[in-house]
């Protein structure tokens, strides 16, 4: 198993950047594909981004492609999601998520066995 919380979530106005962490403790974190999902008041979870076990490849949805990032760090046990030029569309819970597919396959919520608790990321006009 694997543990994972969130941090980073905030208040931001629109056209600025905010930084999500999500720490992982418990089993080998290099062992999972990792995503972040975001869910608004009302909707569905969706998937943000997604980055395979070693970090080399990555797939975006297409609301964020060019303005987030996502990565990680093995060493540290971390996953991150870089999010500029911020949209009110943006606001969201978002949720960090540990898969054992790989990344080509992980692009589901159905495909993910853990996740952390959740950190607001609201965006003002």
């Known amino acids: 198993q694997v543990q994972l919380v969130e941090s980073g979530g905030g208040l931001v106005q629109a056209g600025g950047s905010l930084r999500l962490s999500c720490a992982a403790s418990?089993?080998?974190?290099?062992?999972?594909?990792m995503g972040w999902f975001r869910q608004a008041p009302g909707k569905e979870r969706n998937l943000v981004a997604t980055?395979?076990?070693?970090?080399?490849?990555?797939y975006y949805a297409d609301s964020v492609k060019g303005r987030f990032t996502i990565s990680r760090d093995n060493a540290k046990n971390t996953v991150y999601l870089q999010m500029n030029s911020l949209k009110p569309e943006d606001t969201a819970v978002y949720y960090c998520?540990?898969?054992?597919?790989?990344?080509?396959?992980?692009?589901?919520?159905?495909?993910?066995?853990?996740w952390g608790q959740g950190t607001q990321v609201t965006v003002s006009s």
């Open positions: 998520a540990a898969s054992n597919f790989q990344t080509i396959a992980a692009r589901t919520k159905n495909a993910y066995d853990y």
């Open positions: 418990g089993r080998s974190f290099s062992d999972y594909t």
């Open positions: 980055i395979s076990r070693s970090g080399g490849t990555s």
